[in-house]
């Protein structure tokens, strides 16, 4: 007797798909976040987008020891250097280096969901970006 083909596994869901070295906290914190002199020549904002500072507000919707996401109403492309500002109440702005892993269109107004890991150097920042946030486990 012939053996039955066995039936094809069900395709990963996208959730499945990711995986994630971190625990994820969510989170509505406000940023501003800036291009990193390193990719100033390549990568531009314009001086109706960017405040006095030179960066565009945003706004932290999750965090991580790896990296956080944003929320924003301008574009950043991906592999883009960026130095993002969290202004954490009660605490002076944390400053934390990263670059742009992901950016996607989350409405058609325009905003965008801007997915940011973390540089090496940027530890110490995270830590008390953590710590003063409350997601430090």
């Given at each position: 007797?012939?053996?039955?083909?066995?039936?094809?596994?069900?395709?990963?869901?996208?959730?499945?798909?990711?995986?994630?070295?971190?625990q994820r906290f969510t989170c509505q914190i406000s940023a501003d976040i800036r291009i990193?002199?390193?990719?100033?020549?390549?990568?531009?904002?314009?001086?109706?987008?960017?405040?006095?500072?030179?960066?565009?507000?945003?706004?932290?919707?999750?965090?991580?020891?790896?990296?956080?996401?944003?929320?924003?109403?301008?574009?950043?492309?991906?592999?883009?250097?960026?130095?993002?500002?969290?202004?954490?109440?009660?605490?002076?702005?944390?400053?934390?280096?990263?670059?742009?892993?992901?950016?996607?269109?989350?409405?058609?107004?325009?905003?965008?969901?801007?997915?940011?890991?973390?540089?090496?150097?940027?530890?110490?920042?995270?830590?008390?970006?953590?710590?003063?946030?409350?997601?430090?486990?």
């Amino acid at each position: 007797m012939p053996d039955k083909p066995s039936p094809t596994p069900a395709a990963p869901t996208p959730d499945e798909l990711v995986i994630r070295h971190h625990q994820r906290f969510t989170c509505q914190i406000s940023a501003d976040i800036r291009i990193s002199e390193s990719d100033a020549s390549r990568v531009r904002l314009s001086r109706i987008a960017a405040g006095a500072g030179g960066g565009v507000p945003g706004t932290v919707v999750d965090l991580s020891r790896g990296g956080l996401g944003l929320d924003c109403r301008f574009f950043i492309p991906r592999a883009s250097n960026v130095r993002v500002g969290v202004s954490v109440p009660g605490f002076e702005t944390i400053w934390v280096d990263g670059s742009i892993r992901r950016a996607s269109m989350i409405s058609r107004e325009p905003r965008y969901y801007l997915g940011i890991s973390f540089a090496e150097a940027a530890a110490p920042h995270v830590e008390r970006l953590l710590a003063a946030t409350g997601a430090a486990a």
